[in-house]
């Protein structure tokens, strides 16, 4: 029988959109008992660029992951380089939780002793600055890299490939040569399809973070490992009914005309 990972997505999508979010299972090698299930969220931010952002989608992946275990599921994936939701999941969830970001950050580190992320756009500098400062790794990061063009979190990079990937192998070059970088990060999971381009054509590792926590997903289920209940109490009092009421009545207003 199949372990089935719940993969939240940050947005609320068509399903021609989920599918190319469903394109990172693509060219990596995962074990056959495993089947990765992407769930949009209901409702939340129209982009991860603020602090408002990020309190909007805490609560949007939280409650799109909140009944993962009695629903069957062996372990919950978050599609945002922010982690967004994943400490509030681990507290209610047993099953494994990870989001890329922390993830792709450690990981860089085991193959090089500093980093670049490479991102889209400025605004989403706090969103790497939250996770540095919570690992206490911004000694270990060299550089932000932003090629300044605006993200689309529905397309992605679909049919700007000519005009954008020459522009991210620019700017990570550049983190190489001129800020140190060993590691190369993609700043986020909607910037996968540039992933197999640069690494072809790059000196230095590239993570791909979203293919990255399916396999720390893989190998925490294959050493039943999860996260620390000490680092995650239960609640108290649980408010699932609420959070959940939440975002259904958040989707409703969005839908209205």
């Known amino acids: 029988m ?4 719940l993969v939240v997505v940050p947005f609320a999508m068509s399903a021609q959109s989920l599918a190319l979010r469903q394109e ?7 074990s056959p008992q495993l089947q990765f299930e992407f769930r949009p969220v209901k409702a939340g931010p129209l982009n ?3 602090h408002h952002d990020f309190v909007l989608a805490d609560a949007a992946n939280f409650e799109a992951g909140c009944r993962a275990q009695d629903e069957g599921f062996a ?3 978050i599609d945002t380089m922010s982690d967004s939701g994943v400490a509030a999941l681990r507290s209610v969830l047993d099953i494994p939780v990870f989001g890329p970001g922390k993830v792709s950050m450690l990981a860089a580190l085991m193959l090089g002793e500093r980093f670049s ?3 889209m756009a400025s605004r989403w500098k706090p969103l790497y600055k939250k996770a540095l400062d919570e690992l206490g790794l911004h000694h270990k990061c060299a550089s932000v890299r932003a090629i300044e063009v605006a993200p689309d979190n529905h397309a992605l990079l679909s049919g700007k490939e000519e005009d954008v990937f020459p522009l991210l192998e620019a700017a990570a070059r550049r983190a190489i040569d001129e800020d140190g970088a060993e ?6 999971t909607t910037m996968h399809q540039s992933h197999a381009w640069l690494s072809q054509r790059l000196p230095v590792p590239v993570i791909n973070p979203g293919p990255l926590s399916y396999k720390m997903v893989e190998a925490a289920l294959g ?4 996260h620390s209940r000490q680092g995650y109490p239960k609640p108290m009092h649980p408010r699932l009914d609420m959070l959940q009421a ?4 958040a989707a409703q207003s969005v839908a209205r005309p």
């Not at 990172?24 to 995962?30: K, M, N, S, V």
């Not at 590691?183 to 986020?188: A, F, H, Q, R």
């Open 183 to 188: 590691v190369i990060i993609l700043g986020s």
């Open 117 to 119: 992320v490479l991102t």
């Open 246 to 249: 939440m975002m259904t009545a």
């Open 24 to 30: 990172q299972l693509e060219g990596i090698a995962l």
């Open 75 to 77: 372990a919950v994936c």
């Open 2 to 5: 199949k372990q089935r990972v």
């Open 48 to 50: 991860y660029s603020s």
């Open 223 to 226: 050493l039943n490992l999860s």
